[in-house]
């Protein structure tokens, strides 16, 4: 009996392939649908906070983060993921409306204090503007807010000058019924 058990443990060590696998060296082949951390497109993010709004977990919070773009997010608030929570449903990836948020292929999450998986913009980020590019979308930013304001005024004072003209013709058509 116990010749017979070591025969067939000689056997399949030598003729069958490994089980075992070298994990931190060589990583196995993930499914296509592999629902692992969630990559931020910061570039296109709109900072709706719809992903927020839908998570079932409330793991989903909206931060502030200075490499966005100012002309499409005017809060600059982008999300920020706790990992401790998350149960990689993937609502929020489905509810994003410009697609800026999609689950990667990256699984490992580990720390040793709570802050360590909960990660900002900065570290889901994997597209995002230079500082440099951000001062010039920022500029754009302020010229069209000033452009709008302008606007906004040259519209109004044009809706005042209507209203005085109306007013004007409105007492002026009282004093010529009377004449008459």
């Given at each position: 009996?116990?010749?017979?058990?070591l025969?067939?443990?000689?056997?399949?060590?030598?003729t069958t392939t490994e089980v075992t696998r070298l994990y931190p060296e060589v990583m196995m082949e993930l499914p296509a649908n592999?629902?692992?951390i969630h990559e931020l497109d910061a570039t296109t993010c709109i900072g709706c906070g719809s992903c927020a709004r839908i998570c079932p977990n409330s793991c989903i919070e909206m931060v502030p983060y200075k490499y966005g773009n100012p002309l499409k997010n005017r809060k600059m608030q982008f999300p920020q993921i706790?990992?401790?929570?998350?149960?990689f449903c993937g609502l929020c990836v489905d509810e994003c409306p410009v697609s800026c948020l999609k689950m990667g292929k990256k699984t490992e999450i580990a720390g040793w204090e709570r802050k360590d998986?909960?990660?900002?913009?900065?570290?889901?980020?994997?597209?995002?503007f230079s500082d440099k590019e951000v001062a010039e979308l920022e500029a754009e930013a302020k010229r069209q807010a000033e452009e709008k304001k302008k606007a906004a005024a040259a519209a109004a004072k044009e809706k005042a000058a209507k209203a005085k003209g109306k007013e004007n013709k409105a007492k002026a058509k009282p004093d010529e019924g009377g004449e008459a």
């Open positions: 009996m116990v010749l017979k058990s025969k067939y443990t000689l056997k399949t060590a030598l592999e629902r692992g706790d990992y401790g929570r998350c149960t998986i909960v990660y900002g913009p900065d570290r889901i980020a994997v597209k995002k």
